[in-house]
C-alpha cells in the first residue's frame, strides 16, 4: 500500500536543496577559501595574543 502523499509534500521534497531566488544572484566563495581564512585568523590573533610568550623563547 503506498502512502498518500499531498502535492505539496511532492513540491516540498523537490525544493529541499534549490537555493532562494535572492541568493541565487549573489557569488558565493567556495567553502574551503572560507576555512582557510578562518584558521589564519585564529593563528594571526593567537600569535598577537601569546606575543610575549615566543619572544621570551627566543630571547
Known amino acids: ?4 502523499l499531498k502535492m505539496e509534500d511532492k513540491d516540498n521534497q523537490q525544493n529541499i536543496n534549490k537555493t532562494p531566488s ?14 582557510i581564512i578562518a584558521i589564519i585568523i585564529i593563528i594571526v590573533g593567537n600569535l598577537i595574543y ?3 610568550f615566543f619572544l621570551s623563547i627566543f630571547s
Open 50 to 52: 601569546y606575543k610575549d
Open 1 to 4: 500500500m503506498r502512502p498518500f
Open 22 to 35: 535572492k541568493m541565487a544572484r549573489l557569488a558565493w566563495p567556495k567553502a574551503k577559501y572560507g576555512a
